[in-house]
């Protein structure tokens, strides 16, 4: 079992190694093709990844393979840190800082609104920051999802567009707030009341330009925060699954880490008994 830990350790890190140079090679197609700002965001967080990804793999390999106990003990320190911070740090955090929910009923529509105010203050604070904001917003136009919603033939007809179900950022972004009660024209263009307007400040960031549309809006805000609250769910459930693995593969990393030991001392105490032989032979 012993030797067997170190292919086992030698192996996942080769995989890893594999995995490091598809991330960089997506980071680094970020950075050559990238146009966008969002493109240019994303781009060093993924080389960062991958070259962090890249560096633990050869210290893991190196370490398990070659015997290099150094190596196998930074990539078991590393990868400690890692478990604990997905574990008492990622996972509470994504858990508790998204437990709100912001989603509310619209009588006749077969979609929700969206209010920033229901969500957390933390997160409400990291959508209202400018150079945030500004990159999310990006992110948004560049998917084009409230060019697709225009562009489907079954929104002709208000009445249609009304029982569509709408995703939170489509609502929150393409469509000005249910209670502003403007007049609908498409699902992007809508005729606002000559009387007074509602005194929500979504009502009158509102505007009719198709790059402007409700992006600025605290409804969209708050949809990309339900967003954001949808995916941080699903990435608390995959990282207590990541949990479990790197527990197990760092228990697999002691096991060969104690291996490297035994041996080298093994090998130490083979060269001292040969050594006092040869004195013996001198004898």
Same mark, same amino acid.
């Given at each position: ?9 030698? =192996? ?6 594999? $995995?490091? %140079?598809? #991330? +960089?090679?997506?980071?680094?197609? !970020?950075?050559?093709? /990238? ?30 393979? =070659? ?6 003990? $930074?990539? %078991?320190? #590393? +990868?400690?840190?890692?478990?604990? !911070?997905?574990?008492? /740090? ?194």
């Amino acid at each position: 079992m012993a030797r067997a830990s170190n292919k086992i350790i030698a =192996f996942i890190n080769f995989l890893s190694f594999l $995995l490091s %140079l598809w #991330i +960089l090679r997506q980071g680094i197609w !970020l950075a050559d093709r /990238g146009t966008t700002d969002c493109e240019q965001f994303l781009q060093w967080p993924v080389i960062g990844l991958g070259a962090f990804v890249m560096v633990l793999s050869v210290a893991g390999f190196v370490g398990a393979c =070659f015997r290099v106990s150094w190596a196998l003990s $930074l990539y %078991l320190v #590393i +990868l400690l840190s890692i478990t604990l !911070l997905l574990l008492t /740090g990622f996972i509470v955090f994504a858990l508790t800082v998204t437990a709100k929910d912001g989603g509310k009923s619209v009588e006749g529509r077969g979609y929700e609104d969206y209010t920033l105010g229901d969500y957390s203050k933390w997160l409400q604070d990291q959508v209202e920051k400018r150079s945030n904001w500004n990159r999310i917003k990006s992110c948004i136009q560049d998917a084009h999802v409230c060019r697709s919603l225009a562009e489907d033939e079954i929104n002709d007809v208000a009445e249609q567009f009304y029982k569509t179900h709408l995703s939170p950022i489509q609502s929150g972004c393409c469509k000005p707030p249910t209670l502003c009660k403007f007049k609908y024209i498409n699902a992007t263009m809508w005729e606002k009341n000559h009387g007074p307007i509602h005194t929500d400040p979504d009502c009158k960031t509102w505007s009719n330009m198709q790059d402007e549309l409700c992006y600025d809006c605290k409804s969209c805000k708050a949809g990309v925060v339900t967003n954001l609250k949808s995916d941080w769910h699903k990435l608390a459930i995959f990282a207590i699954t990541i949990t479990v693995a790197l527990i197990a593969i760092y228990s697999t990393g002691c096991s060969a880490c104690i291996n490297n030991k035994r041996e080298k001392e093994f090998e130490y105490g083979v060269y001292r008994m040969a050594k006092l032989g040869y004195l013996f032979d001198l004898v």
